[in-house]
Every structure is written in structure tokens, then in C-alpha cells.
């Protein structure tokens, strides 16, 4: 005689497989956000960290920007949520690599841990190389400052004045076609 599986028991392993198959997809720590509260309740340390890889994934970007980090923990872009989480995961894996923080490390070894994680599982791909592109548009878009500009890539930034044989061709009817009559001849 078959024995018969109640409802309860139905739901119970149905729940099972169903966090199982989550599980499977998105890292374990990400589901319970297990990460060192220290993240959430230090914001220098936070602010460090995040310092320490914009300046891996912008080369020449200068230290002490006001504006390096805030696209990470601002609330109008969807990373903020996951800010904390990430400064702790390239954190983690720093200290598990070299045996020292991700803010301490020269940048060959950071950047090695970035590399770490754009190379791991596909939830923490998605996380690294979003931050990757928040943090260069941040700096190179100039998002916070437009007037300031970026440098680094010639952007002087917007609302500048230039004199209009700065903008223009001096020679500007060298370019364009010949005048042409009503009835299709040129003049």
C-alpha cells in the first residue's frame, strides 16, 4: 500500500525546494543579508572602502573627491540599497586573499579582488559590474558638479563659453555643396 504525502507535508517540501532553487541563484548571504553590521553603522569605514575602489576602477581619480563615492549610497540609484553589502563583500574577500582590509590593499591587489568578483557567481557579477559603471559615470559624467568637469578625459564641463572661431571650421563653405538654381543648374 502507497502511503499517501498530507498537504502539509506537500507544501513543507515544495518550500524546501523552492528556497533551495533561490539559494542555488543568489548567493546564501545576499538572501539574509549577512554581511558585518559594521558596514551599516560606520560610514567612514563605508565611505573607505568604496573610496578604495572607485580609485581601482578609475585610474588617476583623485583621492580626496567629495563626489568619488555618492553615486554608491545616494537614494535616487538603485545601488544604494546593496552599498553596504558590497564595501563588506570586496572586504571579505580581501581579507580572505592578502589577510588585510580592501582599503589598505595597493592596487594590484585590489584590483585583483574586483577581478575576483566580476569572475564569481552570477549575482555578484551583476553587483561588481554595476558598480563599476555607477562609479565611472558618476566621475566622468561629472553627475554632481557639471560645471567642474573630469580632467582626466578633457571634459571641462558644461555652461563654458567659447568664442565662435573656437567651436567652428574657419573655412566652414569648404564643406558644403554648390548653391544650386530653381531650375536644377549650379549657380
Known sequence: MQDLISRRQLLHQLGVI????????????VLVNAYPETFDDDPALLDRVLRAFA???????PADDPDLTRAFTDADYPFAPYAAFF??????RARARFGASFE???LAARSAIVTEGLDADAASRKLYSGAIALAQIA????IY????????????????WHPLAEITHPDPTRFLAEAVTLDGNPA
Open 55 to 61: 580609485m581601482t576602477v578609475i585610474p588617476g581619480a
Open 145 to 160: 558638479d557639471a560645471k567642474r568637469g573630469c580632467p582626466l578625459i578633457g571634459f571641462e564641463g558644461g555652461y563654458r
Open 139 to 142: 566621475f566622468y559624467a561629472g
Open 18 to 29: 523552492a528556497a533551495g532553487l533561490a539559494a542555488a541563484c543568489t548567493p546564501l548571504r
Open 104 to 106: 589598505r590593499l595597493h
Open 87 to 92: 564595501a563588506a563583500d570586496l572586504d571579505r
